[in-house]
């Protein structure tokens, strides 16, 4: 009996792309899934602890692993991004770290002694519901202060 295996990264296309320094657009990535550390660690930066905001940033630095010819994605890198790529691999990081998102399609028999078999397919895309909004996201719309 085979377990399915976990897909723990993601490949991405940004919506505009990274410019670098040498003004080169980087626009396909990959992220993989976080870990607890991914999202303890961060939390006693002073970066953080002075902004809550920029825990965004710490967490997706951590977890994209490539944009481009880029493979060391730093916080600098995250911070030089355009605002819809930053929302776009927000959304994507929540997308791939809801814990929902592994068990939408399994089937298990009614039988309990037959095997549990699942049609999860990495390669799909995610069902995520596209109108949620972050704390973070609320917080900075204007009027709410």
Known sequence: ??????????EFTLPRGYVDDEGT???????RLATAADEIKPLNDPRVQENASYLTVLLL????????TVDEVSPDVVES???PDLE????????????????????VPDDETADSTSSIEPDEPL???QGE???AEEDSEPGNS
């Open 133 to 135: 909004k972050t704390t």
């Open 25 to 31: 657009v980087h626009r396909d990535g990959r992220m």
């Open 88 to 107: 776009y691999l927000q959304e994507l990081y929540e997308r791939i770290n809801d814990g929902r998102t592994d068990f939408e399609d399994v089937t």
């Open 127 to 129: 069902n995520v519901d």
């Open 81 to 83: 991004l355009f605002v």
């Open 61 to 68: 630095s951590r977890v994209t692993t490539q944009i481009g």
């Open 1 to 10: 009996m085979s377990q399915p295996s976990l897909q723990t990264e993601f």
